[in-house]
């Protein structure tokens, strides 16, 4: 099939691609979840750089099996990117690679499904080597679904969304090269993964949060306020991907630390989920779960559900969470911060941008170590000044006092913590 874009002022990489989102609407679908769902494939379009002219929904009872929508649809598809110069139409579903080679053939469009937007939005905003490392995986594995024999009017094609990363690179190797490229990525992934252990190591003597919550609920602006440091911060769905950790308070004791990880998003596809299991090894190894809700959304508890179902799948669902409802400064409804608040329990509603808010939930934080912390009377001999020292860096000294024997301490510790520094028996 030749790819004819009638536009050729839209097949600039750098300028917007215009765009028709389609969407299937199913029985077990009310319109309200349509909506939502369609108003969210708006929102990752938009972040790879799209711009939708059209919305097109279909009620069916299941999906056409050669090409997802039905015959008449997917001649109305064509005739409305004919009539608006459309160059791409993305489905809000997942498709085959059967039924995105049979669109594309009856609409003379570049056809992608949100698997695909998803993948490109990764590639685009991954940073370091793991996380680029982790999409190319996740991006092959989507390939080897979807090789047909569609792909020969891509040769001369600049780019575009969904083709960003391995893209035109990868399309023309064959399943064997595609695994032998996946196997070698996974081989790298396992070193890169044996040398975050190492690092984690190293914080063992820490105390450790992660956020994790639904993408734009502002977790990274969240985390420049709670901390001294600055992470990329972006009004767009996943804007940062590598997981960042930084210390709470300098000042605080025992150190407390803060990773902020990527975000997760309904029906986020499982190879990505696999993928980055190994970033998202800092929400296993936290001692708590700061699960940030963006509480301006209508769909908030929507969100929070699909957190809690990621949370689970990667085996973090046991884990203790305190959560956090974002934005709250964005509510239309005023009584709803403390709605939410009294409903869940170890909940507070804040504002990152109130820094009495953001005190509060530090406060909070703390609140939460100390209660599993133990309070100790101990006598440290002057000879031992790397013991002192130690127990400074890892305790709340409450009380000091200087005897003959040595400097008499009054502290909050945690357990673990005492016993490798062998305050208790």
């Known amino acids: 099939m030749e790819f004819k874009n009638k536009g050729s002022r839209y097949r600039q990489q750098d300028e917007e691609e215009r765009v028709i989102a389609a969407c299937v609407q ?21 972040t790879v750089g799209g ?3 059209e919305q097109v929904i279909q009620r069916r009872a299941r ?10 649809k997917v001649e109305e598809l064509a005739q409305r990117a004919k009539d608006a110069e ?11 690679g059967t039924q995105q080679k049979n669109l594309e053939t009856g609409t003379g469009c570049r056809v992608v499904d949100r698997t695909g937007i998803i993948l490109d939005i990764f590639s685009k905003h991954a940073r370091t080597k793991e996380a680029k490392t982790q999409v190319e995986v996740a ?61 984690r190591h190293h914080r063992d003597r820490f105390l450790r949060v992660a ?14 306020h709670l901390t001294v440091g600055e992470v990329y911060v972006d009004d767009r769905l996943f804007a940062t991907l590598d997981s960042t950790v930084r210390v709470i308070d300098p000042k605080t004791r025992p150190p407390i630390l803060l990773s902020d990880t990527v975000g997760f998003i309904k029906n986020l596809p499982h190879s990505l989920v696999a993928s980055f299991k190994s970033t998202l090894a800092e929400v296993l190894d936290a001692d708590v779960l700061l699960h940030v809700v963006d509480l301006s959304s209508p769909n908030f508890r929507d969100q ?17 969470t305190f959560l956090v409802f974002n934005k709250a400064d964005r509510v239309k409804d005023v009584l709803l911060p403390k709605i939410v608040e009294r409903k869940y329990i170890d909940s507070l509603a804040v504002s990152a941008y109130s820094p009495a808010d953001m005190q509060k939930l530090r406060n909070s934080i703390y609140g939460f170590f100390e209660r599993d912390m133990m309070e100790l009377e ?48």
Do not use: C
Request: glycine share 8%.
């Open 26 to 46: 199913f029985p077990e679908n009310s319109a309200a979840e349509i909506e939502s769902d369609l108003e969210e494939l708006n929102r990752l379009i938009e």
């Open 139 to 199: 991006t092959l594995e989507y390939l080897l679904t979807h090789l047909t024999r569609r792909w020969t009017h891509l040769e001369r094609q600049r780019g575009g969304i969904g083709l960003r990363g391995v893209g035109e690179r990868q399309i023309e190797l064959d399943r064997r090269l595609i695994r032998r490229r996946i196997s070698k990525l996974k081989e790298e992934l396992l070193h890169m993964v044996s040398q975050r252990s190492v690092q």
């Open 304 to 320: 929070m559900k699909v957190t809690d179902e990621v949370l689970e799948e990667i085996g973090a669902g046991d884990k203790p």
């Open 211 to 224: 956020i994790v919550g639904y993408t734009n609920a502002g977790k990274s602006t969240l985390m420049n």
């Open 86 to 96: 459309i160059s791409l139409i993305v489905f809000d579903g997942e498709l085959s």
């Open 63 to 72: 999906p056409d099996p050669s090409t997802y929508v039905g015959s008449g």
């Open 378 to 425: 101990v006598v440290v001999p002057y000879k031992e000044a790397e013991l002192q020292s130690q127990i400074y860096e890892h305790s709340k000294v409450l009380e000091t006092k200087y005897q003959e024997d040595g400097t008499w301490l009054r502290i909050k510790i945690m357990r673990w913590d005492a016993s490798q520094l062998k305050l208790i028996p």
């Open 51 to 53: 711009k939708v002219i």
